[in-house]
C-alpha cells in the first residue's frame, strides 16, 4: 500500500508537466510539427497513467524517469517558442532524442505491467525456456499459453 501511495504525486506531477507541454506546443513558432507530434503522442499517454498508478506501483522508479524526460521536452518545446534558424536544426535533434527517450520509458513501463499481470493471474503457468541449442524457440504465443 505504501508503494501505491508514493505513485500517485508522481502521477500528478506528470499530468502537470504534460499539460505545460500542450500549452507551449500550442504558441511554438519553430519546429511547430514535432512539437505538436510530442503534445499529441503525450495525450495518449496521459490517458493510460491512472491505470498504471492503480495496477502497477512497482513502476514508480520508471514513472519518474519519465517525468525527468518529460521536463527535458518541456525545456525543448518552451525554446521552440523562440525564432532561431541555427537552433532550428539542433532542436530537431533533440526531438529525436527525447522521443527515443520516451520510448524506452514507457517500453519498461509495459514491460511492468505485463509482469505484474502474469504474477497476478492464477492460470497462469510458467514454461520453462530450452536450454540446449537443439531446441526451438519458434512457434506462437497462443501455443506456449495452451501448454497443459
Not at 78 to 86: A, G, I
Not at 95 to 114: G, K, M, P, W
Amino acid at each position: 500500500m505504501e508503494t501505491a501511495l508514493a505513485v500517485t504525486p508522481l502521477v500528478l506531477s506528470t499530468y502537470t508537466i504534460i499539460y505545460k507541454i500542450k500549452l507551449a506546443a500550442e504558441v511554438a513558432s519553430q519546429n511547430k510539427d514535432q512539437c505538436d507530434f510530442l503534445a499529441g503522442r503525450l495525450s495518449g499517454i496521459d490517458k493510460l497513467l491512472p491505470l498504471v498508478q492503480q495496477q502497477v506501483p512497482e513502476a514508480a522508479e520508471e514513472l519518474t524517469r519519465l517525468g525527468h524526460t518529460l521536463r527535458d521536452a518541456h525545456d525543448l518545446v518552451v525554446d521552440c517558442q523562440n525564432w532561431s534558424m541555427r537552433r532550428k536544426f539542433t532542436r530537431a535533434k533533440r526531438f529525436t532524442e527525447v522521443n527515443a527517450r520516451i520510448d524506452s520509458h514507457l517500453n519498461i513501463i509495459q514491460l511492468y505491467c505485463q509482469v505484474v499481470d502474469m504474477s497476478r493471474r492464477p492460470d497462469r503457468t510458467t514454461v520453462p525456456l530450452p536450454t540446449t541449442a537443439s531446441h526451438s524457440l519458434t512457434g506462437s504465443y497462443d501455443q506456449i499459453e495452451n501448454i497443459p
